[in-house]
């Protein structure tokens, strides 16, 4: 069979800059790197210095597409460190500013970033001309997302309303109302999206793998809950670090995740979907059941189905909050500063979210540490092009590249989020350079 390779300079459909590599010689892959070239951002040292407050207006500037996931790890981080709780109506209200997240984020990845993968579009517009009704649905239902994030975090991206115990300002009833009545009428939007990624030519493709992510007694995870596994594990996030740790490879500017002594795992709305879907809605259960599709689902490819679930889970709940919304009486609560440190995990479009803050007696922060989801699910990216590569390595080239970036765009990964804080020497610098310059 001989030697064969597919490499990818420069991904394409995916938030930032990264690259694969896999050689593969009679049939047996040899190397495979999924690389992130993209320069470390250096998140954590900005925030050293810095009031919990300025630290909520710094984090979203993480990542335009998932902003409110940096504020709420954030703020739940910080507010454990100060024993704050936030409750009722607030709690409810940043339910819904998540929801708003997880609507505009999953429908931009579903339409614009991996349906075309699977009906052979190179992008969005020619997919959009053959495919009307289901572009325009998927469109109304991004800008339903965006605008539920502007009304509650007063801009659609990078918002400024939440702060440490709450909000600035919450909004009246009147002016969610209107929201409401358009997430009635995206209901069937949202359930039509589920019926018709179901029905995309999807590879088989079951893998073993160890999910993770939240799970809470009482609801879908959004914000809290025990950190699982479809491997038994089950811990509190503040024993994260425990557990999980971070590793360094020389051709990636972001840190790859793995579990203490078993190695990589699966974040993201396929591991939400697998190991809660007791948790969904009625109506997403009643719209995975006709897709005819099992959930827990070993197969990477399924999770654009689980991305489409979850926005019909979000459109239910949003509009549940919204009709038995009332305005609490104050919009945040009040906290004295203190010595104390604080981590919490939430659950970002993309999978787990964690942050850890270390403050000082007048509450600047000391130290901060930040695990995102892509960094998570590098080592799970690369296992998975280690044994789907071989299946489509006798394809035409332009074929079995194409598949292999498929398999790489199913995790939605957030490129730019992922590169952080990095320990470098001359010799690692000189290797974390792209494959291939222009």
């Not at 605008?147 to 009246?172: A, C, K, L």
């Not at 579990?259 to 809660?276: E, K």
């Not at 600047?364 to 071989?390: C, F, G, K, M, W």
């Not at 010799?427 to 494959?435: D, E, G, I, N, T």
């Given at each position: 069979?001989?030697?064969?390779?597919?490499?990818?300079?420069?991904?394409?459909?995916?938030?930032?800059?990264?690259?694969?590599?896999?050689?593969?010689?009679?049939?047996?892959?040899?190397?495979?790197?999924?690389?992130?070239?993209?320069?470390?951002?250096?998140?954590?040292?900005?925030?050293?210095?810095?009031?919990?407050?300025?630290?909520?207006?710094?984090?979203?500037?993480?990542?335009?597409?998932?902003?409110?996931?940096?504020?709420?790890?954030?703020?739940?981080?910080?507010?454990?460190?100060?024993?704050?709780?936030?409750?009722?109506?607030?709690?409810?209200?940043?339910?819904?500013?998540?929801?708003?997240?997880?609507?505009?984020?999953?429908?931009?990845?579903?339409?614009?970033?991996?349906?075309?993968?699977?009906?052979?579009?190179?992008?969005?517009?020619?997919?959009?001309?053959?495919?009307?009704?289901?572009?325009?649905?998927?469109?109304?239902?991004?800008?339903?997302?965006?605008?539920?994030?502007?009304?509650?975090?007063?801009?659609?991206?990078?918002?400024?309303?939440?702060?440490?115990?709450?909000?600035?300002?919450?909004?009246?009833?009147?002016?969610?109302?209107?929201?409401?009545?358009?997430?009635?009428?995206?209901?069937?939007?949202?359930?039509?999206?589920?019926?018709?990624?179901?029905?995309?030519?999807?590879?088989?493709?079951?893998?073993?793998?160890?999910?993770?992510?939240?799970?809470?007694?009482?609801?879908?995870?959004?914000?809290?809950?025990?950190?699982?596994?479809?491997?038994?594990?089950?811990?509190?996030?503040?024993?994260?670090?425990?557990?999980?740790?971070?590793?360094?490879?020389?051709?990636?500017?972001?840190?790859q995740s793995v579990i203490r002594g078993r190695g990589a795992y699966f974040v993201g709305?396929?591991?939400?979907?697998?190991?809660?879907?007791?948790?969904?809605?009625?109506?997403?259960?009643?719209?995975?059941?006709?897709?005819?599709?099992?959930?827990?689902?070993?197969?990477?490819?399924?999770?654009?189905?689980?991305?489409?679930?979850?926005?019909?889970?979000?459109?239910?709940?949003?509009?549940?909050?919204?009709?038995?919304?009332?305005?609490?009486?104050?919009?945040?609560?009040?906290?004295?500063?203190?010595?104390?440190?604080?981590?919490?995990?939430?659950?970002?479009?993309?999978?787990?979210?964690?942050?850890?803050?270390?403050?000082?007696?007048?509450?600047?922060?000391?130290?901060?540490?930040?695990?995102?989801?892509?960094?998570?699910?590098?080592?799970?990216?690369?296992?998975d092009l280690r044994h789907y590569v071989p299946r489509v390595i006798n394809l035409p080239?332009?074929?079995?590249?194409?598949?292999?970036?498929?398999?790489?765009?199913?995790?939605?990964?957030?490129?730019?989020?992922?590169?952080?804080?990095?320990?470098?020497?001359?010799?690692?610098?000189?290797?974390?350079?792209?494959?291939?310059?222009?």
């Amino acid at each position: 069979m001989g030697s064969k390779r597919i490499k990818v300079d420069w991904l394409a459909r995916v938030e930032g800059e990264g690259a694969i590599d896999v050689e593969v010689e009679d049939g047996q892959v040899t190397r495979v790197q999924f690389a992130i070239f993209e320069p470390p951002r250096l998140f954590e040292a900005f925030l050293v210095g810095r009031t919990p407050d300025e630290v909520l207006d710094f984090v979203p500037r993480i990542c335009g597409i998932c902003p409110v996931a940096y504020q709420m790890s954030a703020a739940h981080a910080i507010e454990y460190a100060f024993g704050i709780t936030v409750e009722g109506q607030l709690r409810a209200l940043r339910r819904l500013l998540y929801c708003g997240e997880w609507i505009e984020s999953h429908t931009l990845h579903v339409l614009m970033l991996a349906a075309p993968d699977f009906l052979g579009y190179d992008s969005v517009i020619g997919l959009a001309q053959d495919y009307p009704q289901q572009a325009h649905e998927a469109l109304e239902l991004k800008r339903l997302g965006n605008d539920i994030v502007e009304t509650m975090g007063g801009r659609e991206i990078h918002p400024v309303s939440v702060r440490t115990g709450g909000f600035y300002r919450v909004p009246t009833p009147g002016e969610l109302r209107p929201l409401g009545e358009r997430l009635r009428s995206a209901r069937a939007w949202a359930e039509r999206l589920v019926q018709w990624v179901a029905k995309l030519d999807l590879p088989a493709f079951p893998r073993d793998i160890e999910f993770v992510s939240l799970r809470h007694p009482d609801e879908y995870p959004m914000n809290e809950g025990r950190v699982v596994s479809s491997r038994g594990l089950d811990i509190s996030m503040h024993e994260y670090d425990r557990y999980f740790e971070e590793i360094q490879v020389p051709y990636s500017t972001a840190l790859q995740s793995v579990i203490r002594g078993r190695g990589a795992y699966f974040v993201g709305p396929l591991a939400r979907v697998n190991l809660n879907f007791d948790r969904l809605c009625p109506q997403a259960q009643a719209a995975a059941a006709a897709t005819g599709i099992s959930f827990p689902s070993s197969n990477p490819f399924h999770s654009i189905v689980a991305r489409a679930l979850e926005v019909l889970h979000c459109v239910v709940e949003a509009e549940q909050i919204i009709a038995s919304y009332q305005q609490p009486a104050e919009p945040y609560v009040r906290f004295s500063p203190r010595a104390a440190a604080g981590e919490a995990i939430t659950e970002a479009p993309r999978g787990m979210l964690y942050h850890r803050y270390q403050f000082d007696e007048h509450g600047y922060v000391q130290s901060a540490r930040i695990v995102p989801p892509t960094a998570q699910n590098q080592r799970q990216i690369e296992d998975d092009l280690r044994h789907y590569v071989p299946r489509v390595i006798n394809l035409p080239l332009e074929q079995a590249t194409r598949r292999a970036e498929a398999a790489v765009r199913n995790y939605d990964p957030c490129i730019s989020c992922s590169t952080h804080l990095l320990r470098l020497s001359n010799k690692a610098v000189q290797k974390l350079q792209p494959f291939h310059s222009p």
